[in-house]
């Protein structure tokens, strides 16, 4: 499957292989359905269209301003140097095991975020944290637990800014540009990920992410999403649809606020008010400052935070690992599909 994505940015070309297990389904429109013919192996195709040689292609053979499309007879025109059969299988097979120790490492990281998703519930939602034999009546906050505005906890809460000139200004390597696009329950996905230069990021050095910050979708669909950043991917400096809340560490851990930030009952509160704006989905800064939390007491607040540290450690390593996978694999493709390289 092949999906047409503006603004074009390296990964401005999106693609998916559809398994033997997928569910029936249909394509929309803005979606091509490639299939190989005899001769040319399906599995060698899913990286042909991943290289710069058909992203430049279709960068240029496309039409249109509001929204850049082709058409499939214009993919198909695509032509292309194809290698034996062997020789693509084999390609196929060397970037596949990049692709395999990617998925492997996500699957990895995605079983830390749930086992530090799991224990919050366990501990501020069920009740069940250490020393919860002595708990009050129901109803009631345990000893030395209070409720406190967002605000009275961090060092900073505001959103980021578009750089001057827009999706203009964006470079293939530079400084980090998060958008909203990148940002997901505790996820930051790296696809699609924009870059600015040093002059521009200068500009927006009031938007620069920390180590720890926790950053917040404030507008449209994707509203009241929310992770932290992969240390690899710093320095960086968020745009307007996102926001940037800085833990006063002396006051809170920033793994239980963003834990906090992202449990069901949280969550439901923050899509509620993002709702009643009048003309779309939005979270202000004021509407943040006062969002209301429970503060453990600071004997269970630094236990959490201290396990919690761990598994994050483990998940930062993971993650920078899948960034060097990726960058080894798109030097590798472009070099094993031209044929400059062996295999």
Known sequence: MLAMDRPWVPAGLKFARIGDQAPDALVVQRVARLRARQGLEQSFLQFLIASPQFEAYIKNAARGVTVPHISAREIGAFTFELPPMDTQRAVAEALQDYDDLIDNNRRRIKLLEDSVRLLFDEWFVRLRFPGHERLPAKGALPKGWSHVPLGSLTAKIGSGATPRGGESAYVAAGIALIRSQNVYDFNF?????????????????????????????????????????????????????????????????????????NSEQRKRQLLSYAQTGSTREALTKDLMSQFEFVLPDATTLRAFGQVAAVIFRQREVLAEQVTKLKSARDLLLPRLMSGALVV
């Open 189 to 261: 996905v790296d696809d699609g990920l924009a870059y600015i230069d040093v002059d521009q990021a200068a500009r927006l050095d009031g938007v620069a992410v920390e180590h720890n910050d926790i950053l917040l979708n404030i507008t449209g669909a994707s509203v009241a999403r929310c992770c932290m950043v992969p240390q690899c991917h710093l320095p960086a400096r968020v745009n307007q649809h996102v926001m940037i809340i800085r833990a006063d560490q002396n006051k809170i851990d920033p793994y239980y606020l963003l834990c906090a930030i």
